[in-house]
């Protein structure tokens, strides 16, 4: 019991607490949900914030596998040549459909 008081006791000397407890309480009598919504919310963005921050400038390289880069060498050898890999219809000026210029 003696635990709880102090509790209650170094809350209140937080500034603020008291307008947090007069809107918690006048929330909590309109209207349940909202409060444990919003109780979820404050849980989740204090979470969010408290979170380790990752970096995303050093992104990982995926390793193709020699099928792959074959592949994508001929693709990139068609679209040079104005060719749809998929189909061989000639394109004009040697261009795709995605109108990427010729990139040899």
Known sequence: ??????????????????ILVRYVK??????????AVELFLFLFALRYLLSPKYSTTKAKKVELTEHVRVWLELRKGYACAGVDPHTGDRRAGGRMDTGTACCR
């Open 26 to 35: 006048s929330s909590y009598q309109n209207d349940p949900v909202r409060s």
């Open 1 to 18: 019991m003696r635990l709880a008081n102090d509790t209650v006791t170094t809350f209140r000397r937080i500034p603020g607490s008291a």
